[in-house]
């Protein structure tokens, strides 16, 4: 029995002269929030996050106070989070309820402007068909003077997401045909696209431009792209960050056609693409020749809603040909169910071309704060917005 004891007294002594080493307080430099949150519900730490303005990039950690020591239970941490530079809204000219530019393009045709005997780089009189070296033009263009892609479907559900002093612009192909030419396919399915048609020229400016976020609607007909890779290509494109719509199923004048026509235009695509893409295209309809050119004709609110074949089919927005930039999706009154667009031609700053445009939305242009979740304008907008979920900031 002595022995027991002996033995009982000399763990008590081994236990009592052994330091227990605590974990350490992990350092949170170069982690972001979310992993900082994460190891703080693990370790069960009370977490304090504040925001300052620094010459820190955004979401740098400024300061954790603890910033070393054990990791003992109950431990409460308080980190600062750098917000970026304080931002002068007016000196940048933020106003989140300025217009933005959708533009509409057909045809990107492999040529240069001078084989062309129209303006600029219109293939056509009308300028509906126009060149690889002026839509190449037109991306550079967009790019030098600020402006950066955003998809169509995120404009219509008011998700702008771009950077600070950086604009909207949205990219729209009507028809399907000349804006991608599959070269080949390998053994493994892969496409061989021609650099030089129109995906070609935009997937190149992915790789130079990174922060361009280059994307872009191709709005179909029932043939497609008139190429034997049609459903390669669809499948191919929702893969690679752009989007399809309808175009109607054989491009009809809905000012001309019967409520059932219309229905069957409408529906009939929506069903091909169900076929192909089901739930990866957009409920979004760029009406062919514009038509009809008013929403109080019988066809529009079959375009909206209706049936076919038993299946029922919702649009959520329809886009008009022309003729200029459409609104912020923040103002009173904003209409997705008809919006504008600027025909992509040239005409020497005329008739509401590429030029006189893009010097029209000078005086009143949408430019990012830099933030999706808030919308911010100057002071003189306030009573223009709309009511909204967003947080809203106004400067003067």
Known sequence: MKKWVILFFLCLMIIGCTRIKNEELVDFTGKNIEEIKKYAEENHITLKVEEENSDEEKGTILKQIPSN?????????????SKGKEVNYKELGINELGDIPIMMYHGIQKMNNDDTSYIGGNIDKDGYQRTSEAFINDLEFYYQNNYRMIRLIDYVDGKIDVELGKSPIILTFDDGKNNINILDITEKGELIIDPDCAVGILESFKEKYPDYNVTATFFVNGWLFESEYNEEILKWLVNHGYDIGNHSY???????????????????????????????????????????????????????????????????ATLRVGWEASSSPFVKDFDYTFLKRIRAYDNNGLD??????????????????????VITIPKELENNIENTSYQVLVYE
């Open 69 to 81: 020591g054990e990791l003992t239970k109950n431990l409460e941490i308080s980190i600062i989070i």
């Open 250 to 316: 054989t491009h009809a004048d809905f000012s001309k056609i019967s409520e059932e026509e219309a229905t069957n235009e409408i529906g009939r695509l929506y069903a091909l693409l169900d076929t192909i893409i089901p739930n990866k295209y957009v409920p979004i309809v760029a009406l062919p020749f514009g038509s009809p050119y008013n929403k109080e004709h019988d066809n529009f609110n079959h375009i909206l809603n209706s049936s076919y074949e038993n299946k029922n089919y919702e649009t959520i």
């Open 352 to 373: 509401f071309d590429i030029e006189m445009n893009f010097k029209i939305l000078e005086e009143n242009r949408y430019i990012s704060d830099g933030d999706s979740s």
